[in-house]
């Protein structure tokens, strides 16, 4: 079993910086794909931004400029730096990893986070 732990919400004016952090424990060999998806009220849950093991970053057009992700292997975590942060980045944002493991014979696993809050408003 995979946890995902998120740390780094919480509130800040139009135009601030928050960083959320995402550590992975547990049993497995490896992170391949990386992630931070965002939920806001009444809206389907949006991919914000992916890092694939390849390099191939992905972001959401209205993050592009603002938001990077970034990850540490060693620490088997992933980070958003967030800035310029407007009211429309409100929303609950929830890590997810793809997982690999030692027994190739399991096919990669997905997880999920708890989930934080990032509320931006004056």
């Known amino acids: 079993q995979v946890q995902l732990v998120e740390s780094g919400g919480g509130w800040v004016q139009p135009g601030g910086s928050l960083r959320l952090s995402c550590a992975a424990s547990g049993s497995f060999a490896s992170m391949n794909t990386m992630g931070w998806y965002r939920q806001s009220p009444g809206k389907h849950r949006e991919l914000v931004a992916l890092?694939?093991?390849?390099?191939?970053?992905y972001y959401l057009e209205s993050v592009k400029g603002r938001f990077t992700i970034s990850r540490d292997n060693a620490k088997n975590t992933v980070y958003l730096q967030m800035t310029s942060l407007k009211s429309e980045d409100t929303a609950v944002y929830y890590c997810?990893?793809?997982?690999?493991?030692?027994?190739?014979?399991?096919?990669?696993?997905?997880?999920w986070g708890q989930g934080t809050q990032v509320t931006v408003s004056s």
């Open positions: 890092e694939p093991s390849d390099d191939n970053i």
């Open positions: 997810n990893a793809v997982v690999s493991y030692n027994d190739r014979d399991i096919p990669p696993g997905v997880y």
